[in-house]
């Protein structure tokens, strides 16, 4: 049997590679292909019909004069090399863009996420330990309310409450104007107080979802005899909150973190529009907007590859943390 | 002074049961739907009014129809439960008193609450499932013996492990309860009990959910390690011919319940070749291999097959709505527990043979 770890790494570069070809056959699909109009305004604004080829060879490493799958072997080997091409609205090459973006989506992105687990497993744990209480039927209230309502919402009211009418807070961008782009303290309060309406429009509602799946759990677990057992033996109650309920509770959401992380990097491509927070998703959208075909591939590529890689990871680690769960393992008879 | 007065308490503890129970009621409330706010919460007579004694080196088998309120009296017994009305004692100690800090308390509950210890029905359930078999084990060590080093709590589980019958213990040791069977997650449960060195075990259902080929050898393990741990065990099950089977090799008891009363109670052998209880007949009938005729057998012992709610239960006898030699007298008053503890004792006019039963008119349907 071949090692369970290298089948399953070798998966994922097969994934990213259907995934790359995948992009490459949509742009191909797209009604009026990916730069018949930037040849059509190139030609009109009279570029010799020789140059304008070679500058969407250069856009995106492909000769439009070749048969297809020439293009194809282009692309996927320019790819290989790390090239994913120059941004035709932004007149820079995709990855430098992309380097530049991605750190603000990911920041806010595994911030607001740790953050939905961190609250969502403190109240559902809570709320499991006073089942039927006030305190449990307010939150669970709560959280239903916020999960009904989309995220963007939350944005756009926050949005509206903080940085217009009190001005508390920035309205949009990553760090304000005047500050150097440099590690230095301006820099990093300045980054905070603009990701804090991001990151709060985005943690509430998903937090609420997660209070209710720990509340579950918990509860679950808190059924089981072994608790009751542990109580029997005289164990300390903290003991048993978290070497016997909070651990066999948390475990089954620790996937969903993972997977979660990837989804919600796509999410961003909304939420940095309304803050104009110049992440992964806002490019995405002006990439679409600006007909900008190998921006908009590039950012694509990079969220699905964050999504491929999480639940990689996921899958690696799990059985490290749940001994019920061994990896690839399970024919081998006990 | 305090030297005498130490004695005393010494000398009563040890003519104390183990355990008392003493007019033991346990009453739920049942659920309230949403729209029942204006009507009586009802109340589920789970067990009502029983007293029991369990002494030391005791075997007591409970049985009884699911629902009759065996597994709650057991939990009543070892303190997991708490009693609406009654006292359930440790040598003499109120139980729930010592909870609550109540009067002199003689004996600490942290100390009654490890005497009283539990094997669950489900072995899959009660084990965690993030732990080690020899983490499991060795907790209930750290706790007893505190004193004890990381090698010998090692040896000490190694050599347990293969008392219970899991050969080679390093290898059973290191692993998962979900790498287990049934049959060995419920020997570390029994392991992990007797750990304790608890005075009482109640094996609530503990065989039930085992292969039946499993079950006889995992009652012999809880005799044979009964004589080795110095424990007394309350053994719960539904099936007459288990409870006899272990009642008769540990020398002990059989009590058989009745909608949260005992009807009766006796030595295994007594009980089962004499019942003096219509309803320990009916289960002795719906017990292939105790039934004495085999031709018998199709007609049940009783009128009727259902079961009444007990949330209210029959007037008078609680048996009399089923009972086969039901007369008008069973309708109107209740029998009580007679005779001598210890002796066999049952609830049932017709061992008093001048009672006015006898004169009043047989019950038809």
Known sequence: MVNYYVRRTARVFVTIYLVASLTFGLVRLLPGGPFTLLRAQLLRQGVPADEVDARIANLQ????????????????????????GESISL?????????????????????????????????????????????????????????????????????????????????????ANGVERELGVPFVVSALKHSVLPILSYTLGAAGGQALAMRGNSIQVLGNDYVQVARLRGLSDRRIATRYVARNAILPMYTGFLLLLGFRLGGTVILEQIFSYTGLGYYMISALNANDYPLMMGTFLVITVALVLGVYVADLTYSKIDPRISAGESDEAY | MSQTHDTADRRRQDEEPLVSLEDVEVHFEKNQGLFDFFE??????????????????????????????????????????????????????????????????????????????????????????????????????????????PTERRERIYSLLERVGMNPAA????????????????????????????????????????????????????????????????????????????AEHGNGRIGVMYLGELVEVGRAEQLIEDPGHPYTNVLRWATPDLALHADGASEPPMRKIDIPDPVDPPSGCRFHTRCPEAREACREACPALEGETGAHRTACFRNQPDHEYWDSAPLED
């Open chain 2, 40 to 149: 009586e919460p009802e109340v589920v007579r789970a067990v009502d009014g029983i007293s029991l004694d369990i002494e030391e080196n005791d075997v007591l088998a409970l049985v009884g129809e699911s629902g009759c309120g065996k597994s709650t009296l057991g939990k009543t017994s070892i303190g997991l439960q708490r009693p609406t009305a009654g006292t359930v004692r440790y040598r003499g100690q109120d139980v729930w008193a010592a909870k609550d800090g109540r009067g002199d308390v003689d004996i600490p509950f942290d100390e009654i609450r490890s005497s009283l210890q539990i094997i669950h029905q489900d072995p899959g359930s009660s084990l965690n499932p993030n732990q080690r078999i020899v983490d499991i084990l060795a907790q209930p060590i750290k706790l007893t013996h505190p004193d004890v080093g």
């Open chain 1, 61 to 84: 490493n492909i000769r439009p004069d070749a048969p297809l799958w020439r293009q194809y072997i282009d692309y996927m080997g320019a790819l290989f090399q790390g090239n994913l």
């Open chain 2, 171 to 246: 290898d059973f040791a290191d692993r998962y309860p979900h790498q287990l069977s049934g049959g060995e997650q419920q020997r570390v449960a029994l392991a992990r009990a007797l750990l304790m060195n608890p005075d009482l075990i109640l094996a609530d259902e503990a065989i039930s959910a085992l292969d039946v080929s499993l079950r006889v050898e995992m009652m012999d393990l809880m005799l044979d390690l009964q004589e080795d741990f110095d424990t007394s065990f309350v053994f719960i099950s539904h099936d007459l011919s288990n409870a006899r089977y272990f």
């Open chain 1, 91 to 175: 007149g820079e090459p995709v990855v430098s863009v992309l380097a530049s973006a991605a750190p603000w989506t990911i920041f806010v992105v595994l911030v607001s996420t740790i953050l939905v687990f961190v609250v969502g497993i403190f109240l559902g744990s809570l709320q499991a330990y006073w089942e039927g209480s006030r305190f449990d039927q307010l939150v669970t209230g709560v959280s239903i309310s916020l999960m009904s309502v989309p995220f963007y919402v939350v944005a756009v009211i926050a949005l509206y409450i903080f940085a217009y009418q009190f001005g508390w807070l920035p309205t949009a961008g990553t760090v």
